[in-house]
């Protein structure tokens, strides 16, 4: 059995994996809100017997969450808990970008899909939203843009009048009411943010792509997306599972 998991600015995903690579159980809880308390309601949930665990794995874009699980984990397992960085990964990806800057979210993410021929593009609607460049077994970099949710709570902060909303998709571009004008700026102004992204990026490599969508929001999307996509949650979990061979 492994421990393979991602921990996010917002919540926290840990995954129980068997030697086929198929997930028993996962748990889910915000990544800033750990006490041992709660590491050890959830871990008791997760793992029935942790001598079973062979091997601990991580992408973390949070330290100090981190660093708290691994703590944890250090007493229960007598294996190392990784995080991914700490690996080779450069055994199974080229990586063109300041490695220490890069999180290790966006590269498992890059790892899980490489293969020798295609090129991807990433698309990730996290607290942040990314674009992730990966030509055939090369990592680019990518594009960070202001995540959907924190920019519209930003917004209801900081503008008395603007209320809490609630994003959904909107067919009309011009809005009669508040909630209506700003969910109509979020929801179109997002959408041609990726279209008009993902052509630049086409056009600065002069290459073809094809495009994978993930992330919370990437639902409400899914149908505006005037270029061809698929969607694929399990893109994290997936990446991790192939890294976790690197581990002896």
């Not at 660093?67 to 690996?87: M, Q, T």
Request: glycine share 6%; proline share 2%; charged share 25%.
């Amino acid at each position: 059995m492994y421990i393979l998991g991602d921990i996010g600015n917002s919540e926290t995903k840990v995954y129980l994996v068997n030697s086929k690579n198929r997930i028993i159980r996962n748990i889910i809880f915000p990544s800033k809100k750990i006490s041992n308390k709660i590491l050890n309601k959830k871990f008791r949930y997760l793992v029935r017997d942790f001598n079973s665990i062979k091997k601990v794995l991580f992408c973390s874009v949070v330290p100090e969450s981190f660093n708290l699980i691994k703590n944890f984990l250090s007493k229960n397992l007598k294996k190392k808990c990784y995080e991914v960085k700490e690996l080779k990964l450069r055994s199974l990806i080229n990586i063109r970008v300041n490695f220490k800057q890069v999180g290790s979210d966006r590269l498992t993410n890059a790892i899980s899909l490489l293969n020798n021929k295609d090129n991807f593009i990433i698309l990730d609607f996290g607290t942040a939203t990314t674009f992730d460049v990966i030509t055939q077994k090369t990592y680019r970099g990518g594009i960070i843009a202001p995540g959907i949710k924190i920019s519209l709570n930003t917004l209801s902060d900081k503008a008395t009048l603007i209320p809490k909303i609630n994003l959904k998709k909107i067919n009309k571009v011009i809005g009669i009411d508040t909630i209506s004008a700003v969910r109509s700026g979020f929801f179109w102004g997002y959408a041609g943010l990726i279209d008009n992204i993902v052509n630049l990026i086409k056009r600065e490599t002069r290459k073809s792509f094809k495009l994978v969508i993930t992330g919370g929001f990437s639902d409400l999307f899914k149908n505006s997306i005037k270029i061809k996509f698929k969607q694929n949650k399990d893109i994290t979990i997936k990446g991790l599972i192939k890294i976790s061979k690197l581990i002896k």
